[in-house]
């Protein structure tokens, strides 16, 4: 436990460059080499748009880093928050750390933007990808980018988290996003033992479907339960699926990175009712 706290205390730049350029790269070369979707649709231009919304993501993130470096420095020094309070052995801290700044930082904002309407205007712009593959997973809009670095924020003040929890957490965060996203087929068997504790694809794409209930169900980024425990986890043959989000289904809404910006500016657009719900 000394090492993992010492490495994540002082991890470097360029180490946490690298867990996102190489989790980029490595479920980039997967799902090419084992798709469950292997559609004709512009690749590059596709990889393009969301690897400016990775960047916008990565500016912010960093222009705001002193913020959350702030935050954990002072729970720290004040003995404030879960894990100061209670005084566990490291072990413990890492875990249950790990399982609040998750719930917290990832799973409620992420439930909270669907159900606020706001903040749904700036998330929704993640749901419009109509070919969801592990770029995905940073495409967000930089207002979505504020918002989701707000929670992390309060997350660390709750819970009391150390920079190095911190700093794990994220890279789990980085790694596991990347990996739900990924457009990769999983054997049954692999999927089922890694969904008893963490998020997959399987799991994950369900949330990607164009059209409620599923797109607000599986929620979940690093683990599986919380979807389970709050009622919120849809299973579904992945093959069903449709991906984006039925009010911005043209091709040119969703792909247009001048009118992905300007769509939470645009007014709010109310999900559409149908008659029947669908069974997939």
């Known amino acids: 436990m000394e090492a993992i706290v010492n490495y994540f205390s002082e991890m470097p730049t360029a180490h946490r460059s690298a867990v996102l350029i190489g989790g980029l790269t490595i479920f980039f070369l997967i799902e090419n080499a084992a798709p469950l979707f292997d559609k004709e649709y512009n690749k590059v ?3 393009g748009l969301n690897v400016f919304f990775t960047i916008t993501t990565v500016l912010i993130n960093f222009l705001m880093a002193f913020m959350l470096v ?3 420095d002072w729970v720290v020094a004040n003995n404030f928050g879960l894990v100061q309070w209670l005084n566990l052995p490291t072990i413990w801290v890492m875990i249950l750390g790990l399982l609040l700044l998750d719930f917290l930082g990832a799973w ?3 439930y ?3 159900h606020v309407k706001w903040m749904w205007q ?3 712009i993640h749901h419009t990808d109509q070919h969801v593959d592990t770029t995905t997973a940073n ?3 930089p207002g979505e980018s504020v918002i989701r670095f707000t929670f992390t924020i309060l997350a660390v003040f709750i819970v009391g988290a150390p920079m190095w929890l911190v ?5 789990m965060s980085v790694a596991l996003s990347q990996f739900n996203h990924s457009n990769v087929k999983m054997p049954k068997w692999l999927d089922n ?3 008893l504790v963490f998020c997959t694809p399987n799991m994950h794409r369900v949330h990607h479907h164009y059209r409620q209930p599923y797109s607000d169900s599986n929620y979940g980024n690093i683990f599986s339960f919380w979807d389970k425990i709050f009622r919120t986890y849809f299973v579904v043959e992945n093959e069903k699926l449709v991906y984006g989000v039925d009010t911005y289904m043209e091709k040119e809404e969703a792909s247009s990175l001048s009118n992905l910006l300007k769509i939470p500016f645009a007014g709010y657009r109310d999900p559409i009712q149908y008659d029947k719900e669908e069974e997939l």
Not at 167 to 171: C, H, N, V
């Open 45 to 47: 231009k596709h990889t």
């Open 70 to 72: 702030f935050t954990s």
């Open 108 to 110: 409620l904002a992420h």
């Open 112 to 114: 909270t933007e669907h």
């Open 122 to 124: 700036f998330h929704v």
């Open 139 to 141: 495409r967000h809009h």
């Open 167 to 171: 700093f794990l957490y994220q890279s």
């Open 193 to 195: 033992a890694l969904l």
